[in-house]
């Protein structure tokens, strides 16, 4: 799920305790163009002020003109929107898209809590929704697991955000961090060089002067993880990817040329990494698009890991390049 949806919940919570009466909104189905996912979600309050979204906007306002004038939902309902052509071109839903939402008010936000505590500590959660009653439940889930509604009960996945490690603090650092700030990552960069950490200022991420193989083992990291290493310095760069290879991370690159890469793998297998392992590392680094500046590398690395994240073929990698594939939450290795 998209982490905007944990901060739909917060609002949700905050609002709710400040003595609103609160709504949520999730979509459910979608036919056609709908610009929502199933398991979108929205946080309406009573005077109209509105938080997430469910569609483009028209779906939006006309839920926030039921609520102004008067309508309040006392148990989870159905809503549908775009049954005819004309509806759906009213709504904003593109070639004749239709839309299926549950409205629920919301009774208690002890289950946010919880959500928000489990997703906080990278866990993977679900919140099943029964229509009939009500009730809520919050359980652990496993990747893999999607988005259910059967008619009756709503089971949606919330957590963990995804999160970058970037190794090195330099300029090219800096610029992929805000880009993946701006792509919705949790940021930590690491480098111990105190002529580097003195230097980092993007706001929103966190800085460590760890060594970086002894944060990976801090990070646990899990499969909602990615590491960059981008020091150019082996010492640094093999000491993390020594940690992380071994790890359920989904991504693991380093920067360096060809050579440089075929070189790092050659001083990998000297230790106990297996060759799967070790073929897991995207190397060189980035798709290839033909950039060389610091902003455009950012750009084909941060292009690379959303590729991977999305489970879509990497079909750009540069050449002569090793192709680290991911199909189902496995890793298969060609070359």
Known sequence: MDSLDLQVLYKARDWFRDGHRVWLVTVI??????????????????????????????????????????????????????????????????????????????????????????????CLVARTLDLDTGEVKVETAARGEKFEFDGTRLRALFGPRWRLLIVGAGQLSQVLAQMALALDFEVICCDPREEYHLTWDVSGTTFSKEMPDDLVLQLALDPHSAVVALTHDPKLDDMVLLEALKSPAFYIGALGSRGNTAARKQRLAMFDLSPAEIGRLHGPVGLDLGGNTPTEIAVSIAAEIVAVKNGVALVQKKKGSSLPLTIGGEFTISS
């Open 29 to 122: 189905e979608t036919w056609g163009s709908a610009p929502r996912p199933p398991g979108a979600l929205l946080c309406l309050r009573s005077d109209g002020q509105v938080v997430g979204s469910v569609s483009g906007g028209c779906v939006e306002d006309d839920l926030i003109e039921r609520v102004r004038t008067g309508e309040r939902v006392t148990r989870p309902s159905l809503i549908t929107y775009g049954v005819s052509k004309e509806e759906a071109s009213r709504f904003g839903l593109p070639c004749g898209g239709n839309l299926r939402l549950v409205q629920e008010p919301l009774l208690s936000a002890n289950w946010i809590d919880d959500i928000l505590s489990l997703t906080a500590r990278h």
